[in-house]
Structure formats: C-alpha cells, structure tokens
C-alpha cells in the first residue's frame, strides 16, 4: 500500500506514515490484527495526527457498529486541533453526522468516534467499552489515565481492539513505555513504536519551512520538535531514571551496610521517611519508606523507629519554634530520634541523584511506591515552545515530599564508605602491610 484513492485526491504516504499503514491493514484494506497497540511519536508536522484520523476514519467508515474515543488532554486543544482538523478533512465525504452538542461523530453504518478531553470529562468518559482508543499528544496526559483506558478496550467489532498513541519526544511515560523499552518488550506487549521526523512529510510543508525553524528554535526545540530526538528533554527532573533497571525487588541491607533515614517533615503535606544504605560496591539503596498526613510527634518517631533506630537526616527548617515555644525538631528528639542537618542544595543532591543513576550507583527497592510514583511525575518548570527560557532552573513544587526525603538521605549517604569484608581481611594480611610501609616510604622519599 504506498497510496490511498480518496474521492477528491490520491494520498502519497510519507515512510513512517507508510509503515503504519501497511502494518495496520492489508492490501485489500482490512485490518490486520498485527498489534494491538500503536506509538507514533516524532516531530511536529510529521504526518501522525493525519494518519492515525485516516485510519480512524477508514475503520469507522468500512466496520459497522465499531466504537472509537478519540482524546486529547483539554477540551480546546481537542476542539481546535482534533475535532476541527477531523471534520475539515472528512466531513466532505459524507458517512457521518457531526453532533457538536455531543461532540461525536456518528456514522450511517452504526459506528461512533467520541471526541472527549480529560479536563472536562474525566473518568466518565471511561464508562463505556471501546473498539479502538486514541490518545492525542499522549505526554500531557498522565499514565494513571492510559493504564484506565486500556481496561475498556474489550470492544468485539475489530480484529483485535486497539490503542493508539502519538505524541511529541518527552521525559513522561511514553518515554518509559516506548522509547526506552527493549524490542523484546515491546514485541511483548504487542506494540509497533513508529518514530518520525518532519523533514520526511516536507513534501506537505510550506517552501522553507524547516530551514526556518533552523535559524529561530533554541538547538533542544529544534532537536525535539523537528528532528524528533529524545535526548535534549529536559522537564524531567531525574531524567536518567530507567525504572527497568534502577527498581530491584526488596531485600535486606548488607550485614556491613550503613544505614540512615532521610525525613521530609509535613502536617496538611505528608510527613516522609525513607530508609537507606550504602553497600560495600558504594552502591546507595532506598529500601523502605513510611509516612503520612497529620502524624504527632510521636507518631511519627513510632513508624522512625519501627526498624530499629538510626541516624535521621532532616530538613533543618523545623528547628524553628512553634507556637508553643518549641521546635518540630526538639519534640522528635523527645522522642528518641537521633537527627543530623540535611544538605538543602537542591539542585547539587538532585545532580548527585542522576549522576548515581547514569552509573548504576542507586537503587530502589519497589516497596518504595510513593518514591518511585514522585520520582516518575517530578519535573522542572517546562519550557515550551515560545518561551525564551531554554533550559529550566526550578523544580514544580509539587508531590516532592518522599523525593526530599531521598535528597537529604542521598546527600548523606554519599558522605560514607563501607569496606567490604575483602577488604578488611586484606587489611589484616602481611601482604597489606608490606604495600603500605612501601608506599609510606616512596612518600617520604618523594617528599624528600
């Protein structure tokens, strides 16, 4: 398939928008159940959005009764991208009625696209079981909604229901899901990842168009929205996070590991607790966490304690007196808590935190849900398109309050050194202490 006959036009298909299509249907313009979910992701004006309403509308027009929700993350992007774009582009055709009060596409053989937007309709929007979902620019929308709508893709019309997703390069959970996914796994859970540039779609741009977003977009814009590269994406705040590798099952800490809390205190705010060591490798885990709203002092020592007492890394501004006098902080220690300053440099323990991920330094056991669900929605203030601000300098502050823990804690950690029982015994040897008085002696005789 390298072309589609329309009524009033011959589509010639640009190769990522080749690929889905021949993917997606046979030669005789059926469905072919090859995959069950679809990830066109890529540059603006690449030609996704076109293909995958295309292909919307063929489905829609050529199965009878089948069920389609279209859905974008707010109701005027969806009405003036989504809805407009569609009905420019198909309404001429006839098949269908566009009911703007519903704002649904109802065609004469029985089948039905929903346009819906997560800010106006929310979860009733999943009420019903569907055919085929389609998430429109799906890095503003949050995973908790994907993972919502893939449990009402039961509809029976379709070889196969499907899922589509598109979207443009960014640090949120298509990044996860797609990009940084293996082939195996996504052959796993049956999806075709499909990335694309504009320059493929040039035939369908205005003269000059790219040369001219060359010369005016920052070099991370340019790289993003017209190259279609994930690597400059900067809204994610621990941007080398990789949840398939950094995430381990829980299990204790090494008999020689040294361990320490970091707590995030919080009343309205949750109060968080993180619990941490640093193994013989110097690899830092984050292998338990508690908390909650409204915790006393003493609650909040009684869940501290629970596994035993160690040194607490916390933020000092709860030194400061309360209404009564006395401080959150010398209330804790009432209660049997051994607590030491925490490093507050934002930014450096959030730097630290990503170097020790690139490395392979830092791990965290599952039974962090908390930790790991803020590490994955933590951003920076985003840059968009139009700003004049290329790279962010401040974090949302925002659902941070187990990440502030594992700041103060990581920031400590980092400090300490665990020998490894090798390594205690080397030092015991006779071999050991030959190579030391050696390189006592080449000092002295350097020094000299």
Not at 31 to 43: D, I, K, V, W
Not at 122 to 150: H, K, P, R, T
Not at 173 to 197: H, M, S
Not at 368 to 379: A, F, W
Request: net charge neutral.
């Amino acid at each position: 398939m390298h072309k589609l006959h329309l009524p009033d036009k011959t589509v010639n298909f640009n190769p990522s928008q080749q690929r889905f299509f021949n993917d997606c249907f046979s030669k005789n313009g059926k469905l072919t159940g090859n995959h069950r979910e679809y990830a066109f992701f890529g540059a603006i004006r690449c030609g996704k959005s076109y293909a995958y309403q295309l292909a919307g509308w063929l489905i829609a027009s050529n199965y009878d009764g089948v069920k389609i929700l279209w859905v974008r993350d707010t109701y005027k992007q969806l009405q003036d991208s989504v809805i407009k774009q569609y009905n420019d582009d198909f309404q001429k055709y006839g098949g269908y009625t566009y009911k703007k009060t519903e704002r649904e596409a109802v065609f004469n053989n029985g089948s039905v696209i929903k346009f819906r937007a997560f800010d106006i309709d929310g979860v009733g929007m999943m009420s019903s079981e569907y055919d085929l979902i389609v998430f429109c620019q799906a890095e503003d929308i949050s995973e908790d909604w994907f993972n919502l709508a893939l449990g009402r893709l039961s509809g029976k019309v379709l070889p196969v229901p499907m899922m589509w997703t598109e979207g443009n390069p960014a640090n949120t959970w298509p990044k996860r899901r797609y990009k940084d996914a293996t082939t195996e796994e996504l052959k796993n859970k049956g999806v075709l990842f499909i990335e694309a540039q504009t320059v493929e779609n040039e035939q369908n741009l205005p003269q000059d168009y790219i040369e001219n977003l060359r010369k005016n977009y920052p070099t991370a814009f340019f790289n993003r929205y017209v190259l279609g590269g994930w690597e400059q994406i900067d809204e994610m705040v621990f941007s080398e996070f990789r949840e398939n590798t950094m995430v381990v099952e829980p299990h204790n800490p090494t008999p020689t590991a040294k361990i320490r809390q970091g707590l995030d205190y919080g009343y309205i705010n949750p109060t968080a607790i993180v619990w941490g060591y640093i193994d013989y490798d110097t690899v830092l885990h984050i292998y338990a966490e508690d908390g909650g709203t409204k915790l006393s002092p003493e609650e909040i020592a009684e869940k501290a304690l629970s596994k035993g007492k160690y040194l607490i890394v916390a933020d000092y501004s709860i030194k400061r007196p309360n209404d009564d006098g006395s401080s959150t902080w010398e209330k804790l220690q009432k209660n049997g808590l051994s607590l030491l300053e925490s490093n507050k440099d934002e930014l450096s323990n959030i730097s630290t935190v990503n170097r020790l991920m690139k490395t392979g330094r830092l791990k965290i056991h599952s039974c962090c849900v908390e930790l790991i669900k803020e590490i994955k929605n933590y951003k920076w203030k985003r840059a968009k398109i139009g700003s004049d601000k290329n790279l962010p300098e401040q974090t949302v502050d925002k659902d941070n309050h187990w990440i502030d823990a594992m700041l103060y804690l990581v920031a400590s950690l980092e400090e300490l050194k665990v020998e490894s029982p090798e390594q205690k015994e080397y030092k015991k040897s006779l071999e050991y202490a030959i190579a030391n008085q050696h390189r006592d002696r080449q000092s002295v005789w350097e020094s000299g």
